[in-house]
């Protein structure tokens, strides 16, 4: 592509809420590396959590506004494996169960360009050093959606791997769940907080100063925990740690 890849970012619920600067960050990098940024500000909720608990008929505005928003770009990123598997395996799902098939192209055409922030940096744009620098020590969870869902593999890690000054120690059990999972952590309070303690053993056993993932939802989850431990061990999304610079870096 010889113009600069229009790039519409897609912010998240969670992140437009509560984590900003995750979206902040992603920009950031899109930005370093030459591609034009456009947030819609008609964007809303990609209708995940309905799908997820049942509420298909509520959710099909939501897949209708998303495709409407977004089917103009290059491509749509966001920095959640979470939502973007979403919406590459329910949205067009949703719409044929509604019985509009033309919506149902129209999401699978989106879809087809929609991808989580690693891999669009891996895989679209070729890029593996994103000029960041982060001297800091941090083990990576990956989350289950984009390690499952999406197959998103080592692509975060060779990110990472090439962050100036970043020592990257490996995660025992790194292929287990938080205990998020959206509403499974309150349906599920007791295994959920369970599941969590093994997380923050292991995270705890490799002597990191940050745990970093690729969405906010399983970094909330597991900082909760270790924040109410005091354990002295951040968690720092992907993006954050991708945007950072010598002269910015925390």
């Known amino acids: 592509m010889d113009r600069r890849p229009r790039v519409a970012l897609f912010v998240t619920c969670l992140v437009d809420t509560l984590f900003p600067d995750v979206g902040r960050s992603t920009v950031t990098v899109l930005e370093r590396l030459g591609c034009e940024v456009v947030f819609p500000a008609e964007q809303t909720c990609c209708g ?72 669009y940096l891996v895989d679209q744009l070729g890029a593996t050093d994103v000029g960041a620098a982060y001297p800091h020590t941090v083990t990576y969870h990956p989350t289950c959606h984009s390690l499952r869902l999406l197959g998103v593999g080592d692509k975060p890690l060779a990110l990472l791997r090439h962050v100036r000054g970043l020592k990257l120690v490996e995660l025992p059990n790194q292929d287990q769940c938080c ?22 053993n292991d995270v705890l056993s490799t002597g990191a100063e940050v745990c970093a993932a690729s969405d906010s939802s399983c970094l909330m989850h597991i900082g909760g925990g270790l924040s109410r431990l005091r354990a002295g061990v951040r968690t720092v999304h992907l993006a954050e740690i991708l945007a950072a610079t010598e002269d910015a870096a925390k």
């Open 179 to 200: 205990g998020f999972g959206g509403t499974f952590a309150v349906k599920n309070a007791d295994t959920s907080v369970a599941m969590l303690a093994d997380k923050m």
């Open 48 to 119: 995940q959590a309905h799908i997820n608990t049942g509420y298909h008929r509520d959710a099909v505005g939501l897949v209708r506004r998303f495709v409407a928003t977004f089917e103009g770009f290059d491509a749509v990123v966001a920095p959640s494996g979470s939502c973007i598997g979403s919406i590459r395996h329910q949205h067009a799902m949703i719409a044929a169960k509604a019985g509009d098939p033309a919506l149902a192209e129209r999401a699978r055409a989106v879809a087809a360009r929609a991808f989580e922030l690693s891999e």
